[in-house]
């Protein structure tokens, strides 16, 4: 990625890796968690949460409003970039845990597709669970994206 985005670690934990970076904005610093969480060989879901050191529990259905926003989502953007790079063969799924994240991670996808199909091919899971290759056209609201590199021959 070219733009602005937060320093991040990685972390292997058993099949499952987790990548570390901190928020900072109006609320002060939080960390979050990017969970690549292994399904099957080469699939993963891809979680962003938040971290609560003081409780040590991780949750994907808070709004942060940190006011960071879009340096969260190019943070992520570089973190799926980068667990690509390493892992070249996987197929990730980012899913929307709600209709509001689900139209977000749409439009991200929709306003940088030029940029990510450059690299990557990209689908979408209808609600119906089918999945199909990712439409601009606006006609779907995907309830979760699927990536994958564009040099690795899997169906979506």
């Keep these: 990625m070219t733009e602005l985005c937060y ?4 972390t292997p934990f058993e099949q499952n890796y987790i990548y570390f970076f901190k928020s900072i904005g109006i609320k002060g610093k939080i960390t979050k968690l990017v969970v690549f969480q292994h399904i099957r060989t080469h699939e993963y879901n891809v979680a962003l949460v938040d971290y609560d050191r003081e ?3 991780a ?3 808070i709004v942060t409003d940190n006011g960071d926003m879009f340096v969260v989502l ?3 953007m570089d ?5 690509l790079e390493k892992f070249p063969q996987s197929i990730l799924f980012i899913e929307g845990k709600s209709k509001i994240r689900q139209r977000l991670y749409n439009r991200v996808v929709r306003n940088h597709f030029s940029e990510i199909a450059k690299t ?5 899971v209808l609600e119906t669970m089918q999945q199909e290759e990712f439409l601009l056209d606006n006609s779907h609201n995907y309830i979760a994206i699927v990536i994958k590199k564009n040099e690795f021959n899997y169906e979506l």
């Design 59 to 61: 949750d994907d259905n």
């Design 120 to 124: 990557y091919i990209v689908g979408g």
């Design 79 to 83: 973190i799926v970039a980068d667990f």
């Design 55 to 57: 409780t040590q529990t």
């Design 7 to 10: 320093p991040y670690t990685m």
């Design 74 to 76: 190019t943070t992520v």
